[in-house]
Antibody, heavy 120, light 107 residues
Framework: EVQLVESGGGLVQPGGSLRLSCAAS????????MSWVRQAPGKGLEWVST????????YSADPVKGRFTISRDDSKNSLYLQMNSLRAEDTAVYYC?????????????WGQGTPVTVSS | EIVLTQSPATLSLSPGERATLSCRAS??????LAWYRQKPGQAPRLLIY???NRATGIPARFSGSGSGTDFTLTISSLEPEDFAVYYC?????????FGGGTKVEIK
C-alpha cells in the first residue's frame, strides 16, 4: 500500500523558514517524480514544485522560485521542501504527491497534508 | 503559463443525476489533462489521466473526453460520495497548473 506522510508544518513568523518532510512507502520511491502541491484556506489547488526521479532536475512555480527548494533522499525514501523567506500568502496545507512518471505527470497518490501558517 | 478555466463554478444536482463538468485550456495541452475529486478535509484523488483514462480503482461512472483545449468530465449517475470539488490539471508544460475547481453540491 502506497503511503505518504508529511511532517514539519506549523506556525512561523513572516520572513522565517520551515522544512517540510514527506516519508514514502509502498512503492519504489527512486522510480518516480515527486511534487509538493498546496491549498490555501478555502481556495483551490496550487502546484508548488516537482523533482524528477534522479533528483537532478527541479521545477518550481514562480511565486516560490528563489525561496523554496525541493529535494529528495532516495536512501531514506523521503521528499523535502525547504521554505525560506516565508510570506503570509504561503499559508496553506502542503501536500506531498507521488507523480505518475519519472519526470512529472499527475499526482496518483497524496499525503494527508501538513498545515503551514505564516503569521506574526 | 497555461490557464485552465473550469465551469460551472457550482453544479447543483440530485443523487442519480448525470453531471457534466468542463475544463478549458488557454492553449492546447493535447490530451495531457487529468481530473481529481476532493472531498472536504481530504487530499485530492486522481480520477482520470491523459483526458480519458480512468485511474486505478475508479468506477466506470466516471468518464473523461476531449483534446486540445476543451475537456469534459462526466459522472453518469451521482453517488453520495461524488458531492465534492473537482479539479483539472495539465502536464503539457511547466509550470503545471490546476483549474479553479467545480463544486458539485446536492440540490
Amino acid at each position: 500500500e502506497v503511503q505518504l506522510v508529511e511532517s514539519g508544518g506549523g506556525l512561523v513568523q513572516p520572513g522565517g523558514s520551515l522544512r517540510l518532510s514527506c516519508a514514502a512507502s509502498g512503492f519504489t520511491f527512486s522510480n518516480y517524480a515527486m511534487s509538493w502541491v498546496r491549498q490555501a484556506p478555502g481556495k483551490g489547488l496550487e502546484w508548488v514544485s516537482t523533482i524528477n526521479r534522479s533528483g537532478d532536475t527541479t521545477y518550481s512555480a514562480d511565486p516560490v522560485k528563489g525561496r523554496f527548494t525541493i529535494s529528495r533522499d532516495d536512501s531514506k525514501n523521503s521528499l523535502y521542501l525547504q521554505m525560506n523567506s516565508l510570506r503570509a500568502e504561503d499559508t496553506a496545507v502542503y501536500y506531498c504527491a507521488k507523480f505518475t512518471g519519472p519526470y512529472g505527470g499527475y499526482g496518483d497518490y497524496w499525503g494527508q497534508g501538513t498545515p503551514v501558517t505564516v503569521s506574526s | 503559463e497555461i490557464v485552465l478555466t473550469q465551469s460551472p463554478a457550482t453544479l447543483s444536482l440530485s443523487p442519480g443525476e448525470r453531471a457534466t463538468l468542463s475544463c478549458r485550456a488557454s492553449q492546447s495541452v493535447a490530451n495531457y489533462l487529468a481530473w481529481y475529486r476532493q472531498k472536504p478535509g481530504q487530499a485530492p484523488r486522481l480520477l482520470i489521466y491523459d483526458a480519458s483514462n480512468r485511474a486505478t480503482g475508479i468506477p466506470a461512472r466516471f468518464s473523461g473526453s476531449g483534446s486540445g483545449t476543451d475537456f469534459t468530465l462526466t459522472i453518469s449517475s451521482l453517488e453520495p460520495e461524488d458531492f465534492a470539488v473537482y479539479y483539472c490539471q495539465h502536464r503539457s508544460s511547466w509550470p503545471l497548473t490546476f483549474g479553479g475547481g467545480t463544486k458539485v453540491e446536492i440540490k
